[in-house]
Structures are given as structure tokens and as C-alpha cells.
């Protein structure tokens, strides 16, 4: 059984409009600013990580026909499964997030920042070639950037490795980059008309290769 | 009255002052908020909390303050550019979702535009909760390979030779578009300028609005 992800959509046909939507229109049914708060809450219980959350929505089945708050539903619901959380007796100990400490807890976020213990292998300017293998697990490259060749625009620093976390195989930092891409690289000269185009995607060092 | 078929219990009486009748994804979410409430997951005032931090305190307008302030401060603007994450919480936005920011600026040679391919990430704290085109297949599939395309359905046409640039937030970095400050706004105070900096110009799918003419 091959890990497929639902959610990768960058760069596929899909001729339907963006349809604009007013400031300020948060929710479109009662039951979803629920669904928000109780993925919100059970995240900050640390019982998975947010990798693991993206890996439990972008594999849902039936994730191209739900809506934005479906998927979310459908993710916390699958989480809870593979946590274990409402087995009987259950496999950890509730930690809720009170009231009194929502605040604090947003404003102060879960940076994915790490200390180096290394330098960084590529640098600005740095022409790199996107790893081809599709690994069989959750991943951060996009379809549309793999086997395309790019250059680093930013070296951001180290964070935690998406994959490894998805997985729960810990945090395993890596450098993480910018790397640029020329529209004609990704699509073809014919799909960039006109005026230039770049598109960039943030990449792990394990992404890369040397040209 | 219950007509979609569903064999649940009556959950009219559930506390939640909702006499209506309700649709089974309603019945779900009741069912697993009442779950993990009991269960001791979830207190549920940390719920309410969650919902009216971005409902009322949490969103676009804030990210119109750090653009208004960078239009008018050339040096915060220059500490917005060099490190967004410390510029934007001397402002007192900070957190979720926006732990590690950076800022790109538009100028007449380049426009920028931000999307994630892969969900839905997006710089919470400065501009909220993600509008539902943002998450939506059709933005997400079509902005990489198409970018002029999905700006025509937001009714913006570029110059032909204004370069556009895609930042596809792939990993915990997100980004916040400095839109250029608008022609006649010199006279304006910074919460005036504020204004005229919409959510969709902060993405990249829209652009600063045009201040009314000054009457003289």
C-alpha cells in the first residue's frame, strides 16, 4: 500500500474560476468554527504534531469532494483513531488546553526553528536539482517541482523535518531553503507567455540534489 | 422533525439552544465535541475562546497595520524585509502560524503572489483565519502555472512585462505581501493607510485600494 497524498494540487488541470470572497467571511455553517476550535484544542494537547495532522487530512479518500472544514473534521476524527486517544482505557492522559491559557498558547505558537549543528550545503545563488523519487510517506516537495532544476534563493535555517515528524520518527532537523524556479522549467517554455514567471518552494536539505 | 434518515437520538436537548433541525455533519461534530469533552480533551470555554479570538481579535486588519506602518516608516520598512518575524511582533502580532515570517514587497517590476499547494498554510496572525478561495482546489491547482489567469477572476490585469512571483509556503515559513502604497495617499495617517490595504492585496490576488481625491 503506497502513501498517496489527496492534497498535492499545485499544477493540475483544473479550469474552474476563483471565486472572491468578502473580508471578514469567516464561516459558512455553525458546526465549522466548532470543528476549528476542537482541531485547535486537541493540537495543543501535543498528542500528534501538525505533520502528522496534514498527513491524517491530505489521505483522506474522499478529501477532493469535502469542504475546507470536511477535511478538518474527517482529519481530527482519524487522528483520534490512530492515537489511540478514545480507546478504553485510553493510551495518554488527557492534557486540555484551559481557557486561561488559549492566549498565550497562540501568540506564542510552536516555532519549528532548531539550533544548527552543521552548516548548510548549498548557498544563495546555488543552482540544485529537486529530488524524482516520490517517497512513500508524507513530504513537503510538490509534484510540480520534482526532477525540475532551481536555485537557492534563501537559506531560512534549520527546521523540523516534515517527513520524519509526519511519521513520528521525531524531529530530525534540516536546513531548509527557498529554492526558485523559471515558470519555463516547470510547465514548459509554451505555458510561460508573456513577462517571467518564478515560482519558489521552501525545501529541506534532503530535497536536493547537486547539479 | 427529523426527515434526512438518520438513526440518531433526538439532539434537540443537548444544551447547545438549538431547537432546529439539525444536518448529520451538525450531529457529528456535537457527537465528538460532547467525546472528547468528556474525555477530558477538550474544556470547552477554551473552545469559545479559540472561536471569538478569530472572529473578533485575529485578522486582516491587523496585517493592514504592519503595511500601513511600513508606507510610512522607511525604517521599519527595511526591518519588515530584513527580519518580518521581529518587526511584526513589535506590533504585537505574533504565534500560531506565523512563527517564521517573511515579507515581500511589491514593486513596479515585480508582483508577488502566495499560495500553498500543498494545504491551506497561511500567516495567521496578521491576516486570520484563510478565506475559502485560498483553500480551494481551483486557486491551489492554478496560480503556480497560471497567475494572470487567477488574478483576471479577481478582476486584476498586470502590465505584460511585470514579473510575478509565486511563493509556495511549503514548509512553517509564511509570507506577507507589502502591496505598493497607492498614487494620492501621501497625505493620508497611518490608519487611513490602513484602509486601503485589503486582506486579497496581502496575498498578492489584489492590490491596494486608490484613496478618494483630495477636494480642494
Redesign the interface.
Known amino acids: 500500500m503506497s502513501y498517496r ?1 489527496n ?8 479550469s ?6 468578502r ?4 464561516f ?4 465549522e ?6 482541531s ?3 493540537g495543543a ?1 501535543g ?1 500528534w504534531t501538525i505533520d502528522m495532522a ?1 498527513a491524517a ?2 489521505t483522506l479518500d474522499d478529501y ?1 469532494s469535502l469542504s ?1 472544514y ?1 477535511i478538518w ?1 474527517g482529519g ?2 482519524k487522528l483520534l483513531r490512530q492515537s489511540g ?2 480507546a478504553e482505557p ?1 493510551t495518554a492522559r ?1 492534557r ?4 486561561a ?3 498565550d ?9 532548531r539550533p544548527a549543528d552543521g552548516p548548510p550545503h548549498f548557498a544563495v545563488g546555488q543552482a540544485v536539482k529537486m529530488r524524482t523519487e516520490r517517497p512513500d510517506h508524507h513530504t ?3 509534484n ?1 517541482a520534482r526532477g525540475k532544476r532551481g536555485r537557492i534563493e ?1 537559506v ?2 534549520v ?2 523535518f ?1 517527513d520524519a515528524s509526519a511519521q513520528g520518527l521525531g524531529e530530525r532537523p534540516q536546513w ?1 531553503y ?1 529554492v526558485a524556479f523559471d ?1 519555463a522549467e ?2 514548459g517554455a509554451a ?1 510561460a507567455p ?11 536539505e534532503s530535497y536536493l540534489e547537486i547539479v | 422533525m427529523h426527515d434526512h434518515g438518520d438513526s440518531h437520538d433526538e439532539p434537540s436537548h443537548d444544551g447547545h439552544g ?1 431547537r432546529s433541525e439539525l ?1 448529520p ?2 450531529i ?3 457527537a ?2 460532547s ?2 469533552v468528556e ?5 470547552p ?7 471569538d ?3 473578533t481579535r ?3 486588519r491587523n496585517g493592514a497595520q504592519v503595511v500601513a506602518r511600513a508606507w510610512r516608516d522607511a525604517d521599519f520598512r527595511a526591518w519588515l524585509k530584513r527580519d518580518a518575524t521581529a518587526a511584526i511582533a513589535s506590533l504585537g502580532f ?7 515570517m ?1 515579507a515581500v514587497e511589491n514593486t513596479p517590476e515585480v508582483h508577488n503572489l502566495v ?1 500553498c ?4 498554510c497561511y500567516p495567521w ?1 496578521i491576516l ?2 484563510p ?3 485560498y ?11 497560471d ?2 489567469g ?1 488574478l483576471r ?2 478582476g486584476v490585469e498586470l ?15 509564511r509570507y506577507l505581501v507589502i502591496p505598493m502604497r497607492p498614487a494620492g495617499s501621501v497625505h493620508l495617517s497611518e490608519s487611513e493607510l490602513a484602509g486601503l490595504v ?3 492585496s496581502m496575498i498578492g ?1 489584489g492590490l491596494a485600494l486608490t484613496p478618494p481625491p483630495l477636494i480642494a
Open positions: 497524498s492534497a498535492d494540487l499545485g499544477g493540475r488541470p483544473d474552474r474560476p476563483v471565486i472572491p470572497e473580508e471578514g467571511e469567516l459558512h455553517a455553525d458546526w468554527p466548532r470543528v476549528l476550535a476542537l485547535l484544542a486537541m494537547t498528542l496534514r487530512r491530505e477532493a475546507y470536511e473534521l481530527l476524527e486517544a478514545m485510553p488527557p486540555p488546553l484551559a481557557a491559557f488559549v492566549a498558547v497562540l501568540a506564542r505558537g510552536s516555532p519549528a526553528s513537503r516537495l510538490p510540480y534563501r531560512i535555517g527546521h523540523v516534515a531548509l527557498t515558470a516547470l510547465w505555458a508573456g513577462a517571467t514567471v518564478t515560482v519558489s518552494v521552501d525545501a529541506w | 438549538d444536518t455533519l451538525e457529528r461534530v456535537r465528538l465535541e467525546a472528547l474525555k477530558g480533551y477538550v474544556d470555554a477554551a473552545l469559545d475562546l479559540l472561536i479570538t478569530y472572529q485575529i485578522g486582516p505574533t504565534g500560531r502560524q506565523g512563527e517564521h517573511v499560495v499547494t500543498l494545504c491551506s496572525p486570520g483565519l478565506p475559502t478561495w483553500k480551494s482546489a481551483p486557486y491551489r491547482s492554478r496560480v503556480v502555472r497567475p494572470r487567477v477572476d479577481f502590465p505584460e512585462t511585470m514579473h510575478i512571483r509565486i511563493w509556495d509556503s511549503t514548509a512553517e515559513v485589503t486582506r486579497d490576488t
